[in-house]
């Protein structure tokens, strides 16, 4: 089973930059067909798809929203995902969720599709990011 764990929230202004990490166990990265994604869910809000990388080849995928602001990226020495967000809004504002499927790579669906969290089972804590205006 895998097992994730979120760390790098925090509070900055809006234009700043913070980076996730999402620290794995369980799987090897690089060579099982494992998937991390990046969800957030803001106060009243229902939980989105941010970005999904695949890990036998190294896809990602993000949602509209966050494309060419955010980037997600593997280092497979520490199995771990990053996810690096830049030009950051106070519409970013939200707990972000690391998740990983064991079940194959990131889903042949929209990052934003409803159902894109269902595909994956292992969840991490999450972790506060504010942006303020």
């Known amino acids: 089973e895998v097992h994730v764990v979120e760390s790098g929230g925090g509070l900055v202004q809006a234009g700043g930059s913070l980076r996730l990490s999402c620290a794995a166990s369980g799987y090897r990265f690089g060579f099982d067909d494992y998937a991390i994604g990046w969800f957030r869910q803001a106060p009243g809000k229902e939980r989105e798809g941010v970005s999904c990388i695949s890990a036998r080849d190294g896809s990602t995928y993000y949602t509209n929203s966050v494309k060419g602001r955010f980037t997600i990226s593997s280092d497979g020495a520490k199995n771990s995902v990053s996810l690096e967000m830049n030009t950051l809004k106070p519409e970013d504002t939200a707990i972000y969720y690391c998740?990983?499927?064991?079940?194959?790579?990131?889903?042949?669906?929209?990052?934003?599709?409803?159902?894109?969290?269902?595909?994956?089972?292992?969840w991490g804590q999450g972790t506060q990011v504010t942006v303020s205006s």
């Open positions: 998740a990983a499927t064991a079940y194959g790579p990131c889903p042949a669906i929209a990052v934003s599709n409803r159902y894109y969290a269902d595909y994956f089972p292992s």
